[in-house]
C-alpha cells in the first residue's frame, strides 16, 4: 500500500524559507514520478514542480528559481525546499506519485497517490 505524508509547513513572512517533507511508503522511487501541488482556497489545485523517475525536474513558472524538489532514497523522502517566499505561495501543498517513467507533470488526474496536505502560510 502506498502512503504519503507530508510535513514542514508553517507561517512564514515574506522572504523567508521553508522546507517541505513528505515521506513515501510502499513505492520504488526509480518507478515512480512524483510531484508537488498546491491549492489555494477558491483556486485549481496546481502543480508546483515535479520530479521524473530519471531525475529530470520541471517547474512552474511562478516557483521556478525559488523552489527545488529533490529526494532522498535513503530516507524514503521528497522534498520542496521554497525560498524567497511569497504571499501568493499560500496554500496547501500535496505530494503526488504516480508509478511509470513520466507522466504530465502539471495534471492532477494523471497520479494516483495523494498526502494529506501540509499548510504554507505566507505574510506580508
Not at 512552474?60 to 524567497?84: E, G, P, W
Request: proline share 3%.
Amino acid at each position: 500500500e502506498v502512503q504519503l505524508v507530508e510535513s514542514g509547513g508553517g507561517s512564514v513572512q515574506a522572504g523567508g524559507s521553508l522546507r517541505l517533507s513528505c515521506k513515501a511508503s510502499g513505492i520504488y522511487w526509480f518507478e515512480y514520478c512524483m510531484a508537488w501541488f498546491r491549492q489555494a482556497p477558491g483556486n485549481e489545485r496546481e502543480g508546483v514542480a515535479y520530479l521524473e523517475s530519471s531525475g529530470r525536474t520541471t517547474y512552474a513558472d511562478s516557483v521556478k528559481d525559488r523552489f527545488t524538489i529533490s529526494q532522498d532514497n535513503a530516507k524514503n523522502t521528497l522534498y520542496l525546499q521554497m525560498n524567497s517566499l511569497k504571499p501568493e505561495d499560500t496554500a496547501m501543498y500535496y505530494c503526488a506519485a504516480e508509478p511509470g517513467g513520466m507522466v504530465a507533470a502539471f495534471r492532477p488526474n494523471e497520479y494516483r497517490y495523494w498526502g494529506q496536505g501540509t499548510q504554507v502560510t505566507v505574510s506580508s
